[in-house]
């Protein structure tokens, strides 16, 4: 049986562990890191030349803390920062500093057809619009090569709540989901784009009186200890 959440009461356990429980958050970002290092690491993967895409929010500095884990592992990554960044969260601005002093280049404009392997941390939770339509472009173009992708929380473009496509979305081999499946990764397009779900505890706390609003559901999913 697994617990669905929608993308506010997911935001609302995320800031309580943070705020009330007082989990830093650049331990949460570390550890969903090192769950998505996990999956990458379990075989199923060609890990000649992974191409990590990091978006501004902290579904981006999920993202360059994974490529970071990956660089110091001695893997071929590549970071391409997707959206402004000056206008990054400074989660993410923590993480872009650390990576540098790590020696890792990021590239300005990837070749989707050189990398084996994609990790999607554009957008997680916090998708709340349709995506710019550059960005909308790009990922019709890298879901026409088909290259395997591994989407971070969310397949880039999906609503976690909904389900719906915010005008695209990148499909996903497998989607890693941190601490409660998203009700979004089972319903619509979201249920067919977010391909195998794998569910990882990265230490959140819920709160006692906390009442979910879906109930238990038994959607096939991993769900794996926690790491
Ligand atoms: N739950 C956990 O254990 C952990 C969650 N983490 C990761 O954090 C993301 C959620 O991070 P958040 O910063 O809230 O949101 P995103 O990274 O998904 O989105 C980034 C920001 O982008 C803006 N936005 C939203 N939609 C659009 C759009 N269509 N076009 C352009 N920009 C958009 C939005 O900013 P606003 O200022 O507009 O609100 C978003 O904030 C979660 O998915 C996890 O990956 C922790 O980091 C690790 C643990
Ligand atoms: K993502």
Redesign the pocket.
């Known amino acids: 049986m697994t617990q669905l959440v929608t993308a506010n009461e997911?935001?609302q356990?995320?800031q309580y562990?943070i705020d009330v429980i007082g989990m830093p958050?650049d331990v949460?970002?570390e550890?969903?890191a090192m769950a998505v290092v996990d999956v990458i690491g379990a075989g199923h993967f060609d890990l000649n030349h992974v191409l990590v895409l990091a978006?501004?929010?902290?579904?981006?500095?999920?993202g360059v803390a994974i490529a970071r884990l990956l660089y110091a592992q001695g893997i071929n990554v590549s970071l391409q920062f997707v959206?402004n960044v000056n206008r990054a969260?400074d989660?993410v601005k923590r993480q872009l500093s650390i990576i540098e002093a790590y020696g890792v280049v990021r590239s300005e404009k990837s070749d989707f057809n050189e990398a084996t392997l994609i990790i999607d941390?554009i957008?997680?939770?916090?998708?709340?619009?349709?995506?710019?339509e550059g960005?909308q472009k790009m990922i019709k173009a890298a879901n026409h090569i088909e290259k395997p992708v591994i989407a971070?929380?969310?397949p880039t473009g999906i609503d976690?709540t909904t389900g719906e496509v915010?005008?695209a979305a990148l499909k996903a081999h497998t989607t890693v989901t941190?601490?409660f499946k998203k009700v979004g990764l089972t319903k619509r397009v979201g249920g067919y784009l977010s391909g195998d779900t794998i569910v990882k505890d990265?230490?959140?706390l819920v709160p006692e009186d906390f009442e979910f609003s879906l109930p238990l559901s038994q959607s096939a999913t991993h769900e794996s200890e926690a790491i």
């Open positions: 997911m935001q356990i995320d562990t958050q949460l970002i550890r969903a978006g501004l929010g902290n579904n981006g500095a999920d959206g969260k989660s941390a957008f997680g939770v916090g998708l709340n619009n349709d995506l710019p960005l971070v929380d969310m976690a915010r005008g941190f601490g990265v230490g959140m």
